[in-house]
T-cell receptor, first 115, second 115 residues
Framework: AQKITQTQPGMFVQEKEAVTLDCTYDTSDQSYGLFWYKQPSSGEMIFLIYQGSYDEQNATEGRYSLNFQKARKSANLVISASQLGDSAMYFCAMRETEYGNKLVFGAGTILRVKS | KAGVTQTPRYLIKTRGQQVTLSCSPISGHRSVSWYQQTPGQGLQFLFEYFSETQRNKGNFPGRFSGRQFSNSRSEMNVSTLELGDSALYLC??????????????FGPGTRLTVT
C-alpha cells in the first residue's frame, strides 16, 4: 500500500541556514514519482520539486533540492539559505504509475524560519 | 499562462444542503483531481477525471461526486452535507492522465464550512 511518512511535525530554522525536511515512502511499484509541495497559510498548494523513481540524479530547483535515496525509500527536501517567506507547511507526496494522477500525501511538516 | 482556478473561494452551507464546486485547469491540461483537506484527516484524494472520464476514486461515500466537461473544467458535488464535510477542497490539474508522471498544479482551494 502507498504510504508517506513525515516524522517531523514542526521545525525551526534560522534565516539563511539550510534545513532538511524528512520524508520516507512505501510502495511496491517500480515506477513512481515523489513530490514536495509548500502550503502557506493562504491554503494554496505550491509545487516545489519532483523526483521520478528512475531519475539517477537528485532533483534541484533553485534553493530546493531533493535528496533521493531509493534503497532507503527516502526523499528528503533540502532548503538552502532559508528565507522568512519559507515559513509554511510542507507536504511530501507520492504518485504511482498505476494510479494515474492520484497523490498520497504525508501529514506535513510546519517550518518556521526565525530572523 | 493562467493557473488553476477554483470557484467559489469560500462557501457556507447548512447541514443537509448540497454544494457544487468548480475547477478550471491550466489551459491544455486534461486531468483534474480533487482533494479534501481537514485538520484531522489531512489531504485525501477524492477522484480524478481525464478526458471526461473518472479514472480513479478515493474512499469517500457516494455523496461525493464529480464530472468533467469537454473543455476539461470539472465540478465536484457534495449532497446531503454533514458537519464533517467542512474542509478545504483543492483541485489539481495535470497535462496527462496516463502513465507519464507529469507534475500537478493546485488551485487556491474552496473553503467549505457546514453549519
Amino acid at each position: 500500500a502507498q504510504k508517506i511518512t513525515q516524522t517531523q511535525p514542526g521545525m525551526f530554522v534560522q534565516e539563511k541556514e539550510a534545513v532538511t525536511l524528512d520524508c520516507t515512502y512505501d510502495t511496491s511499484d517500480q515506477s513512481y514519482g515523489l513530490f514536495w509541495y509548500k502550503q502557506p497559510s493562504s491554503g494554496e498548494m505550491i509545487f516545489l520539486i519532483y523526483q521520478g523513481s528512475y531519475d539517477e540524479q537528485n532533483a534541484t530547483e533553485g534553493r530546493y533540492s531533493l535528496n533521493f535515496q531509493k534503497a532507503r525509500k527516502s526523499a528528503n527536501l533540502v532548503i538552502s539559505a532559508s528565507q522568512l517567506g519559507d515559513s509554511a507547511m510542507y507536504f511530501c507526496a507520492m504518485r504511482e504509475t498505476e494510479y494515474g494522477n492520484k497523490l498520497v500525501f504525508g501529514a506535513g511538516t510546519i517550518l518556521r524560519v526565525k530572523s | 499562462k493562467a493557473g488553476v482556478t477554483q470557484t467559489p473561494r469560500y462557501l457556507i452551507k447548512t447541514r443537509g444542503q448540497q454544494v457544487t464546486l468548480s475547477c478550471s485547469p491550466i489551459s491544455g491540461h486534461r486531468s483534474v483531481s480533487w482533494y479534501q483537506q481537514t485538520p484531522g484527516q489531512g489531504l485525501q484524494f477524492l477522484f480524478e477525471y481525464f478526458s471526461e472520464t473518472q479514472r480513479n476514486k478515493g474512499n469517500f461515500p457516494g455523496r461525493f461526486s464529480g464530472r468533467q466537461f469537454s473543455n476539461s473544467r470539472s465540478e465536484m458535488n457534495v449532497s446531503t452535507l454533514e458537519l464533517g464535510d467542512s474542509a478545504l477542497y483543492l483541485c489539481a490539474s495535470s497535462l496527462s492522465g496516463g502513465t507519464s508522471l507529469s507534475e500537478q498544479y493546485f488551485g487556491p482551494g474552496t473553503r467549505l464550512t457546514v453549519t
